[in-house]
Nanobody
Framework: QVQLVESGGGLVQTGGSLRLSCATS????????MGWFRQAPGKEREFVAH????????YYADSVKGRFTISRDNAKNTVYLQMNTLKAEDTAVYYC?????????????????????WGQGTQVTVSS
């Protein structure tokens, strides 16, 4: 049974930092590209970041570029999202997702439908 479990969310002030973790089990982690998405209240879920199997390439939404960093530790079957300089508009539930067959020629990593497995999410609240 595949499981993705996010942790590290919480309440932080504007300008602060958080590090999210997503621990996986039941899959060959190193064979999956990984992504982070988020869903703010009243909005659709949106792409945040993506990392390839071997960490060679990362992709970010424009809204988080330069502030967030995605990374992975294949030995620990875990993907991370370091979030710095947080803003109120970063408030959302953050989800990690696993992508067995990523496509890059059409920026498929942006699409939810590309991903095979999802976690339950962790709440991030940024207060001003």
């Amino acid at each position: 049974q595949v499981q993705l479990v996010e942790s590290g969310g919480g309440l932080v002030q504007t300008g602060g930092s958080l590090r999210l973790s997503c621990a996986t089990s039941g899959l060959t982690f190193s064979a999956y590209a990984m992504g982070w998405f988020r869903q703010a209240p009243g909005k659709e879920r949106e792409f945040v970041a993506h990392i390839t199997w071997g960490s060679r390439t990362t992709y970010y939404a424009d809204s988080v570029k330069g502030r967030f960093t995605i990374s992975r530790d294949n030995a620990k079957n875990t993907v991370y999202l370091q979030m710095n300089t947080l803003k109120a508009e970063d408030t959302a539930v953050y989800y990690c997702a696993a992508d067995r067959l990523p496509t890059y020629f059409d920026a498929g990593y942006f699409r939810e439908s590309e991903y095979d497995y999802w976690g339950q999410g962790t709440q991030v609240t940024v207060s001003s």
